[in-house]
C-alpha cells in the first residue's frame, strides 16, 4: 500500500499556447492541476510511494487524467468513475509580470460529489502520512465530510496529516472559510501555509507571530511557511529558521506552493532535519515555477541530489 495517500480533485488545465488573452487564443495546450495530485506527483518523482482519491467523469478529461496521474507512478486504484457527472475544466490567463488568473469550469463535477464512501479506510491506516487541502472542502458540503472523514481515520490510526489551506476565494465564493479552515487546522499535525493565507486565517504578517498562533493548535507539530520568491519559515513548537530561495527564473507560479510540499515532507518521511526538509521544499517550489505546467518542473531524486551536492549535470 502506498505511504502517502492524497485526495482532491484534479482538472483538465488548458493554458493558451501564446501568451495572449484567452479570447484571442488560437491553440491550447491541456496539462493536468490539481493541488493534491501535484504534491502526490512530486513526492512520487522522490521516490515515494503515493496514493491519490479522487472522483472522474466517464469522459475523455478524465482519461486524460487518470493516465496523467497514473503515468508518474501513483497509485489510482483509489479513483471512482462516476458516469453521472463530468470531470472539472480550467483555463489559465497568463498576465504580465509571469503572474496567472484562473477561470473554474467545475460546478457539479464528479469530483465534488466525493463523499466518505469513496474512502478506503485501510488505505490511511497503512499510510506514513495523509496529506489534504482546503481546496477540497470548498467543493461541496459532502467533498467537506470527506475530508474530515478521512482525518478521522488518520487520527483512529496515528497517521499524520499534513495540510495545506490553499485558501481558492473564486471557490469559496460567499461561505465563511474561517472556520472551516480552523477546524481542519487544529485536525492536522503538519501545516502548509503560504504567507498570504497565514495574513488571512491570522491576521498578521509577523512571522513569529504566525508560528505563535499556529502552535497554539496542540495538534501541530511542524509549520511550513512558504514566502514565494524569499524562500519560507520552517519549525517545530521551540523554534523555526528561515530559509533562502533556490534561485529560479519563474514563467508560471502555479503548482510551487504544492511542490514546495511535496519536497519538505519529502525530507520528514526520510527523517531530515527541519532545516533540509525547508530547503528542499524551496528546491521543489523553485524547479516547479521554471515551466508552464505545474509539474513538469519538480525534480527526480537524483536530480535533486545533485543540487543539494552542487553538482554540474554531464549532458555529453
Ligand atoms: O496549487 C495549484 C492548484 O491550484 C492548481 O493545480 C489547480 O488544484 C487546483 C485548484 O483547485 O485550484
Partial sequence: MPDVITIGETLAAFAPVESVRLRYASGFRMRIAGAESNTAIGLQKLGCSTGWISRLGDDEFGAFVLNSIRSEGVDTTGVHIDPSRRTGVMFKQPLANNE????????????????????????IANAKLLHVTGITPALSKSCHRTIVHAMDIAAKNRTPVSFDPNIRLKLWKETEFHPILTELIARSNILMLGMEEAEILFSTKSVEQIFQAVFKFGSITHLALKDGANGSYA?????YLHIPPHPCK?????????????????????????????KIGNIVGALATETKGDIEGYPSRKYLEQL????QNIFR
Fill in 100 to 123: 496567472t488568473e484562473v477561470s473554474y469550469y467545475r460546478d457539479g463535477s464528479a469530483a465534488s460529489a466525493l463523499s466518505p464512501d469513496d474512502i478506503d479506510a485501510a488505505s
Fill in 235 to 239: 519549525g517545530t513548537s521551540t523554534d
Fill in 250 to 278: 519563474c514563467i508560471d507560479p502555479v503548482g510551487a506552493g504544492d511542490g514546495y510540499n511535496a519536497g519538505f515532507l519529502f525530507g520528514l518521511l526520510e527523517g531530515m532535519d527541519i532545516e533540509q526538509c525547508g
Fill in 308 to 311: 543539494l551536492q552542487k553538482k
